[in-house]
């Protein structure tokens, strides 16, 4: 086997450091660039020389045959690499999460506190509960209304990425859907060994090259909350705050709500949650995406 070849899903901490790397542009540490070079962003010695290590060490870093490295020269790795808290803790986590005995994981299923899936009906906002593989476990009517997709049994990665009319949804959708993998990733932590990411990840990446790029990236984030314009079919641009609540006691599920921002997303909440009251459907219908069977 080739030296510089990754050890399947198991080099973890060798494709973060070298996906990390290749987004590092050389002028922004003061590495002059001169002509053509054959690597994207920095070479393997420019990090090791910029962190205080030997180019052969963080060589073996990438390979998979060092994985035990201290604390202090990760995060001079982290500091070269430009890796911002949250990407720092996601390095560390890999090192100590390498430790832990690995075996092919099945999907352990999920399921929502009673009190909480009797909470969410009542809510006078769009709210839902997500899994840490980001499927939608349960969701109250006005959540429905705001898009369709949100009902039990459908998966935010699937709609977000392989359904026009979900993507519709967001005027920036490219940012949105980049923000949506790094909370995944962030989610699934060092679990590449777990059934459901591997099926995710690999039918992902083979029906949409947005997903397989940006997936690439390794990008680390929170699933946090912010705020956001959906345009509805219907009620049009609709401005909000939204929050994603850890839910305690539970492997990664939060519940998602969605509260107006300003007099204007107010309004036009009001009149989601009317419309949502009448029968019939309030927005368009889910698209089936060719290939893709739910």
Not at 31 to 51: N, Q, S
Not at 162 to 189: K, M, N, T, Y
Request: hydrophobic share 40%; aromatic share 4%.
């Amino acid at each position: 086997m080739d030296g510089d070849t990754d050890r399947g899903e198991q080099n973890l901490l060798g494709q973060f450091l070298r996906a990390r790397r290749e987004l590092v542009a050389p002028e922004t540490l003061g590495i002059p660039v001169h002509g053509t070079r054959r690597v994207a962003g920095l070479r393997r010695e420019e990090v090791a020389l910029l962190a205080g290590i030997s180019a052969e060490y963080y060589l073996r870093l990438e390979q998979g045959r060092d994985r035990h490295p201290s604390g202090q020269v990760l995060r001079s790795i982290a500091r070269v690499l430009q890796l911002d808290d949250e990407g720092t803790a996601h390095l560390l986590g890999l090192v100590r999460d390498d430790d832990r005995p690995r075996r092919p994981r099945r999907a352990r299923p999920e399921s929502v506190p009673p009190s909480l899936a009797a909470l969410v009906p009542q809510l006078p906002f769009p709210a839902f509960v997500e899994g840490r593989y980001l499927d939608v476990l349960c969701a109250n009517p006005l959540a429905t209304a705001l898009s369709p997709r949100l009902v039990a049994g459908r998966n935010r990665l699937r709609d977000v990425f392989l359904d026009p009319a979900e993507q519709a949804l967001f005027p920036q959708w490219e940012a949105a859907s980049a923000a949506l993998i790094a909370g995944f990733r962030r989610s699934v932590g060092a679990d590449a060994g777990d059934a459901r990411v591997v099926e995710l990840v690999g039918e992902l990446s083979i029906a949409s090259p947005t997903f397989r790029r940006l997936w690439s990236r390794h990008d680390v984030r929170e699933r946090q909350g912010g705020t956001l314009t959906f345009q509805h079919p219907v009620v049009g641009a609709l401005a909000v705050h939204r929050e994603k609540l850890l839910v305690t006691g539970t492997d990664g599920i939060v519940l998602v709500l969605y509260h107006p921002a300003g007099a204007d997303g107010a309004e036009r909440l009001a009149l989601l949650g009317a419309l949502a009251a009448e029968p019939g459907p309030v927005a368009d219908p889910p698209v089936r995406v060719e290939g893709i069977h739910r």
